[in-house]
T-cell receptor, first 113, second 113 residues
Framework: GAGVSQSPSNKVTEKGKDVELRCDPI?????LYWYRQRLGQGLEFLIY????????KSGLPSDRFSAERTGESVSTLTIQRTQQEDSAVYLC???????????FGEGSWLTVV | GESVGLHLPTLSVQEGDNSIINCAYS??????FIWYKQESGKGPQFIID?????DKRQGQRVTVLLNKTVKHLSLQIAATQPGDSAVYFC????????????FGRGTSLIVHP
C-alpha cells in the first residue's frame, strides 16, 4: 500500500516477555518516527531516524526500549521485559524529508497482562 | 518548559455548526504547525499545516489560523458533520534542531446529528 504500514496491529503479551513492533514507512521517506500513545492521552515521542544520521533516542523511556532502522526502510521497535505500564498504542510515522508532512500508520496496540 | 496545549478538552457541537478548536504554544521559535484528526482505533490523520510565515491557510472545509503575537493556533471546521467527530491534535516543531513534532493532549470533538 501507499501508506505507513505497522505490524502486528494488536499484540497481547505476558509481563516480562520481549516484543518487537515493525514499521514499513512510505517508500522514499527518509525520516521515521516512533510515538507512544496511552489510552486517552496525547502522543509521546520515542525515537526519530533521519537518513543515515544517528537516531535521536531522547524520548525512549528506559533502556528496555530500543529501535533500529535499516537504511531508509523498515524499522523495528523492541521492548524488553515488558511491564504493564508499557500497554499503549505504538505509532510509527514517516516524512519525505525533515520539515515535511508526517504521515502516521494505524498503530500497534500492545497489551501487557 | 516548552509546551503545546489545548484550551478545551471536549467540544460538543450540532451538525451544520462551525467548530473552532484552539491550541496554545509557548515557544516563539516554533515555525511549523500541524493539525491531526484521530478517529477511534486509528492512527492520526493529517488535516492541514501552516508555517510561521503565514497567518492563515485554508483547506477543504478547514481553516487554520496562526497568531504569532499571542502564540495561538486554531482549527476551524465549517459545516461540521458527524464524520468529523474525533480527537484533534495540534503539533509544533522547532527550528534549528531535530524536526520532532511535539503534540498536545488533544481535543475531543463530538458532533450531534
Amino acid at each position: 500500500g501507499a501508506g505507513v504500514s505497522q505490524s502486528p496491529s494488536n499484540k497481547v503479551t505476558e509481563k516480562g516477555k520481549d516484543v518487537e513492533l515493525r514499521c514499513d514507512p512510505i517508500s522514499g521517506h527518509t525520516a521515521l518516527y516512533w510515538y507512544r500513545q496511552r489510552l486517552g492521552q496525547g502522543l509521546e515521542f520515542l525515537i526519530y531516524f533521519q537518513g543515515n544520521s544517528a537516531p535521536d533516542k531522547s524520548g525512549l523511556p528506559s533502556d528496555r526500549f530500543s529501535a533500529e532502522r535499516t537504511g531508509e526502510s523498515v524499522s523495528t521497535l523492541t521492548i524488553q521485559r515488558t511491564q504493564q505500564e508499557d500497554s499503549a498504542v505504538y505509532l510509527c510515522a514517516s516524512s519525505l524529508m525533515v520539515r515535511n508532512t508526517i504521515y502516521f500508520g494505524e498503530g500497534s496496540w500492545l497489551t501487557v497482562v | 518548559g516548552e509546551s503545546v496545549g489545548l484550551h478545551l478538552p471536549t467540544l460538543s457541537v450540532q451538525e451544520g455548526d462551525n467548530s473552532i478548536i484552539n491550541c496554545a504554544y509557548s515557544n516563539s521559535a516554533s515555525d511549523y504547525f500541524i493539525w491531526y484528526k484521530q478517529e477511534s482505533g486509528k492512527g492520526p490523520q493529517f488535516i492541514i499545516d501552516i508555517r510561521s510565515n503565514m497567518d492563515k491557510r485554508q483547506g477543504q472545509r478547514v481553516t487554520v489560523l496562526l497568531n504569532k503575537t499571542v502564540k495561538h493556533l486554531s482549527l476551524q471546521i465549517a459545516a461540521t458533520q458527524p464524520g468529523d467527530s474525533a480527537v484533534y491534535f495540534c503539533a509544533e516543531t522547532l527550528s534549528g534542531g531535530s524536526y520532532i513534532p511535539t503534540f498536545g493532549r488533544g481535543t475531543s470533538l463530538i458532533v450531534h446529528p
